[in-house]
């Protein structure tokens, strides 16, 4: 116990030197509320982390990568004797690969660790999408979101070319065919994307807009929504009140959980076990270099992307679908993504309120599913009409109708409650006789919404109250 005291003494003396020197307690981040110290309110830290780790490694790996076309007669890391005429940006990755101490590890987690960023955003999308937190006052937020999501798919595509493989080629070949058919911007962007037209001209563009230009547009979308999020704090639980307030007071922030030291412990805990987990993956299944560009003595495979473009790659395979009009479609998607808060106008947050958005949201993910692993399964095989409605049919059909009959049944069980509640009133001598519409989600009249700290405090699962 004596030591116990001394320690906790010890290291209270010590923080307490810390921020006094550093004047930690007037940085601007705000508490945050006891209920929230979750996994699931915490799916935005976890994408922070994520790109922070990519930063650190992607650092590393630029000491050895070369980004070049010109063949290096080297061995490349191989086993000696094994001497090849390759590219160098190919040669450079095979070194990391096989020669540099720890490289398989640093590039394998640089890798998985894309994979596991592009993962977490969507879950953070998603999460966002069902519990309404693109609604009032926070509508920027999301629109600066939605393109640090599109900035992440981003960089995905342009790391993609870098090993300088042929798989890597050919996807990053089939890509520049999609995304120069973007209306407008597709001409615009061709010349800068493919500069002189050749493999270097590619491979050189490629490297400047991965290491360079989208890691500034993601630094600065990363500010603007941290910014945004400081500015009106975590959203609350979702709720069928359409009267809860959606921000927390200064008061009330003043009661919640500092940052220093409290929540950056909290988020340093899930850093350390993201990078762990991220590090034991890459252990046990190292990535496995391909073949590089114009390797003649290897039969060429099937140009396949990476898992979150492979939905994409898909589309295009359907019978009577040309990049033209996947582009379209695919732009339409992201218009109705970026400006989702405008044309979702209810002012109820809780996802049962939301049955078209429930059921579109739902079927979407269906879609984005059933498509990519259609796409890994049979990349390039022509898709018919029949087939089409045969198995995406049922995705939509389904998810609108169980949305519509569970909203029927919620409607009706409301109503009730509703008037169960008038009755009581009524009885009690409290009742008004004005009469508010009998609305899902409204409250009446003569009995005002409770406030959302004390509906958050006990509700710790975040799904808020009905009423």
């Not at 309110?41 to 990568?65: C, D, H, R």
């Not at 409290?262 to 993201?274: D, E, R, S």
């Not at 009009?325 to 339409?332: F, Y």
């Not at 609108?400 to 409607?411: G, M, N, P, T």
Request: proline share 7%; hydrophobic share 45%; glycine share 10%.
């Amino acid at each position: 116990m004596g030591f116990t005291r001394w320690f906790n003494r010890t290291l209270n003396r010590t923080w307490g030197f810390i921020e006094d020197r550093t004047g930690i307690p007037k940085w601007p981040l705000r508490p945050q509320p006891a209920f929230t110290f979750k996994p699931s309110y915490w799916t935005g830290a976890f994408v922070v982390n994520a790109f922070l780790y990519q930063v650190v490694s992607g650092l590393l790996l630029l000491l050895y990568y070369q980004p070049s076309v010109n063949p290096t007669y080297t061995s490349c890391g191989q086993p000696i004797g094994q001497l090849s005429a390759s590219p160098a940006a190919w040669c450079s990755t095979s070194y990391i690969t096989n020669s540099l101490p720890m490289g398989s590890i640093l590039l394998s987690t640089h890798l998985y660790g894309a994979y596991a960023m592009i993962f977490l955003m969507l879950v953070h999308f998603y999460r966002g999408y069902y519990l309404g937190v693109y609604k009032a006052p926070r509508e920027f937020s999301w629109m600066v979101g939605t393109l640090l999501l599109l900035t992440t798919f981003g960089m995905g595509f342009t790391g993609y070319l870098l090993p300088y493989t042929q798989i890597s080629y050919n996807a990053t070949q089939v890509g520049l065919v999609l995304a120069l058919r973007l209306p407008t911007f597709g001409p615009i962007l061709g010349p800068f994307i493919l500069a002189d037209g050749t493999g270097q001209g590619l491979l050189s563009r490629m490297f400047a807009a991965h290491v360079l230009l989208i890691p500034l547009a993601l630094g600065a979308l990363l500010y603007a929504h941290i910014s945004l999020f400081e500015a009106h704090g975590i959203a609350p639980p979702a709720t069928s009140d359409p009267l809860q307030r959606r921000r927390f007071t200064e008061h009330e922030d003043k009661k919640g959980v500092p940052f220093w030291p409290h929540i950056f412990f909290y988020m340093t805990k899930w850093a350390l076990l993201y990078i762990g987990l991220l590090v034991g993956i890459a252990a046990l299944w190292p990535w496995q270099l391909p073949t590089y560009v114009g390797n003649t003595a290897v039969a060429a495979g099937v140009t396949e992307p990476d898992w979150y473009f492979l939905w994409l790659f898909k589309f295009v395979d359907f019978a009577g679908v040309t990049p033209v009009l996947a582009i379209g479609i695919t732009t339409v998607l992201i218009a109705f993504v970026l400006f989702l808060p405008f044309l979702d106008r209810s002012k109820r947050t809780h996802p049962r309120d939301r049955p078209f958005f429930l059921a579109l949201g739902n079927s979407l993910l269906g879609f984005f599913i059933l498509m990519s692993v259609w796409g890994g399964l049979t990349p390039g095989l022509q898709i018919q009409d029949s087939e089409i409605a045969w198995r995406l049919g049922p995705i939509f059909v389904v998810n609108f109708l169980v949305a519509w009959l569970f909203y029927r049944k919620y409607q009706k069980s409301y109503r009730a409650r509703l008037e169960a509640r008038e009755r009581s009133l009524r009885l009690d001598g409290v009742y008004t006789g004005a009469k508010s519409a009998v609305v899902p989600g409204s409250v009446p009249r003569s009995s005002p919404p409770s406030p959302v700290v004390a509906k958050g405090a006990s509700s710790a699962s975040g799904s808020g109250g009905s009423s």
